[in-house]
């Protein structure tokens, strides 16, 4: 009996369905689609997906959209033609393109994550997302070159990345904890500051400048730097390699720059060559340029090495052209490396031979005769 009232129902159902144009709805007349089933990626990061929901029947489906299996702390949004949507409305033989992003925390474990994207009672689209990296929660503060070399006239720029793995946005203070006369400078876009502000997982770029002391010794220095917040910080370590600074000084012992000499007579002037750096000296080239067919020799010619903060004696054998005329001319003497260089002028007068000056002084005397003999000749007449 029970087994006929099924057959009648069921013959009923179809002329109904027949009479008024219903057709039965199968569970796969809505798929879902999309090429990125299985993604790599590391933690803090934005997925996005472009889901296609296509409906395969002749009548308008509403599809309820939703995700299922994802762990508590992961989220994510579901879009259509710009809005938030949770649920879709598809034309008969017609499809939806909806955009689906998921954010990957930043606290996570390395590993494989599957879950479901819902397409109502439809279909469903398993997806998988790959983590390949163990993830944190913490600041992070980096430089592809940490150490730097230079003499203590040197300013060094070290370029940095403040880096913010947390998924807040976040204020971080600088602080650099240098030796005594250091000057430290933080800059973010080219503006010296003393904080920046960095958004949720992202990064800024910043550039640290120091500049030493003068005469600072040679030797190597730490410089730690950080950037921190009430919840988190992150350190950076520096590291300078004074060479020590370079200082010549070209010099007379007791500082006098003057001299005289006799047109053509050679006469020696004691110099000195002070090292006034931190830094070894090497390679003294001793220079001198002045009047035409004038010449200057030195001893020794060239100074080899010359320490921090001392000194060698040099002579220079000056000449002056036989042919110089009485007068004040001056010569110019130089001490010079690659790293520094000193000149100094000096004033040489030129006087009068002695021999002109017994000439001259014979001629006088001559013409004081001649007046004096034609004043005895002629003065009675």
């Known amino acids: 009996m029970s087994g006929r009232i099924k057959q009648i129902v069921s013959i009923m159902v179809l002329v109904y369905s027949t009479t008024f144009g219903i057709q039965a709805s199968p569970q796969d007349s809505v798929r879902l689609y999309t090429p990125q089933t299985k993604i790599s990626t590391t933690p803090g990061q934005s997925l996005d997906y472009t889901i296609t929901v296509i409906n395969n029947s002749s009548e308008i489906r509403n599809v309820d959209l939703s995700v299922a299996g994802l762990p508590g702390s992961w989220t994510y949004t579901i879009k259509s033609g710009g809005w938030s949507v949770k649920q879709i409305s598809v034309l008969p033989k017609e499809k939806q393109l909806i955009s689906f992003r998921l954010e990957v925390p930043l606290k996570v474990n390395k590993g494989i994550y599957r879950f479901n994207f819902l397409g109502g009672n439809y279909d469903v689209l398993p997806l998988e997302v790959n983590v390949t990296e163990q993830g ?17 006239n040197s300013s060094f720029t070290f370029n940095a990345t403040l ?5 807040e946005k976040q204020l971080y203070s600088f602080n650099a904890y240098a030796p005594r006369g250091w000057n430290v400078t933080f800059k973010a876009n080219y503006q010296a500051v003393t904080s920046v502000n960095v958004e949720a997982n992202a990064n800024t770029a910043i550039t640290i400048e120091i500049k030493p002391p003068d005469r600072t010794e040679a030797g190597k220095y ?58 070894e000296l090497s390679g003294i080239n001793l220079n001198f340029s002045g009047p035409v067919n004038w ?12 320490a921090a903060n001392q000194s060698e004696k040099v002579v220079a054998k000056l000449k002056a052209d036989k042919k110089a005329i009485p007068g004040d001319y001056m010569a110019y003497l130089e001490a010079s490396t690659p790293e520094a260089t000193s000149k100094i002028s000096y004033r040489v007068t030129v006087e009068t031979p002695l021999l002109w000056g017994w000439i001259g002084i014979l001629i006088i005397a001559a013409a004081l005769g001649s007046v004096y003999y034609l004043f005895r000749k002629y003065g009675r007449r």
Do not use: C, H, W
């Open 136 to 152: 944190t929660f913490k600041t992070e503060f980096t430089t592809d070159q940490p150490n730097m070399q230079g003499n203590s």
């Open 163 to 167: 880096t913010n793995r947390t998924a």
């Open 222 to 279: 730490k410089i730690p730097v950080t950037a921190s917040t009430g919840s988190t910080s992150a350190n950076l370590d520096l590291e300078i390699v004074i060479t020590g600074t370079y200082g010549i000084e070209f010099t007379t012992p007791s500082g006098l720059l003057s001299t005289r000499l006799t047109a053509g007579q050679e006469k020696k002037i004691d110099l000195i060559v002070n090292n006034t750096g931190t830094a």
């Open 295 to 306: 010449t200057v020799e030195f001893e020794p010619k060239k100074i080899d090495k010359l």
